[in-house]
T-cell receptor, first 114, second 112 residues
Framework: QQQVKQSPQSLIVQKGGISIINCAYENTAFDYFPWYQQFPGKGPALLIAIRPDVSEKKEGRFTISFNKSAKQFSLHIMDSQPGDSATYFCAASATRGGADGLTFGKGTHLIIQP | NAGVTQTPKFQVLKTGQSMTLQCAQDMNHNSMYWYRQDPGMGLRLIYYSASEGTTDKGEVPNGYNVSRLNKREFSLRLESAAPSQTSVYFC???????????FGQGTRLTVV
């Protein structure tokens, strides 16, 4: 049972455009929702994270939108740049209950075309 | 700042061989994790250690064992490698359950 569903699998966006990646979760115990960015040959690195007490968090060109009732959250990359080309993973974890550690989506391979 | 260090970076094993993947962190984190990454599957948790002296199974523990040697080090052992264990393995550490996880560079393991 996949607890975090991520879409799309791959995404091509023109430079300067908006990249949007969506995730949905099932476990209502989840209360921490990070996004990780991974470049080829590297480990994932935290990009931005949100807790369910806010509906939106913005850091520079990156914004997380969170909809608790729909159990969905999304990453928006504004003014997308070729350097943003990477694989993006949404994830979730819970303060209590279940296993420690993050549950990841399957990833989105993002390509920003110059 | 080393962060999370994994060794080796690459390894080829024959079916049935054993090996240990090493991981060390220098951030004084309590929690440490082993994930495997397979194409189209994201990262899946193998084992985790919430504190020194404790370990627990994650989503895909079969065929693996772990040891939390001390607060810094968390090793992953494959006792009898199988082709299905061909993957990229990542070690990570965190201050706790709902905090930023820092990942190592990964170990690319091929079992033939």
């Amino acid at each position: 049972q996949q607890q975090v569903k991520q879409s799309p699998q791959s995404l091509i966006v023109q430079k300067g455009g908006i990249s949007i990646i969506n995730c949905a979760y099932e476990n209502t115990a989840f209360d921490y929702f990070p996004w990780y960015q991974q470049f080829p040959g590297k480990g994932p690195a935290l990009l931005i994270a949100i807790r369910p007490d806010v509906s939106e968090k913005k850091e520079g060109r990156f914004t997380i939108s969170f909809n608790k009732s729909a159990k969905q959250f999304s990453l928006h990359i504004m003014d997308s740049q070729p350097g943003d080309s990477a694989t993006y993973f949404c994830a979730a974890s819970a303060t209590r209950g279940g296993a420690d550690g993050l549950t990841f989506g399957k990833g989105t391979h993002l390509i920003i075309q110059p | 700042n080393a962060g999370v260090t994994q060794t080796p970076k690459f390894q080829v094993l024959k079916t049935g061989q054993s090996m240990t993947l090493q991981c060390a962190q220098d951030m004084n984190h309590n929690s440490m994790y082993w994930y495997r990454q397979d194409p189209g599957m994201g990262l899946r948790l193998i084992y985790y250690s919430a504190s020194e002296g404790t370990t627990d199974k994650g989503e895909v523990p079969n065929g693996y064992n772990v040891s939390r040697l001390n607060k810094r080090e968390f090793s992953l052992r494959l006792e009898s490698a199988a082709p299905s264990q061909t993957s990229v393995y990542f070690c990570a550490s965190s201050v706790g359950r709902v905090a930023e996880a820092f990942f190592g560079q990964g170990t690319r393991l091929t079992v033939v």
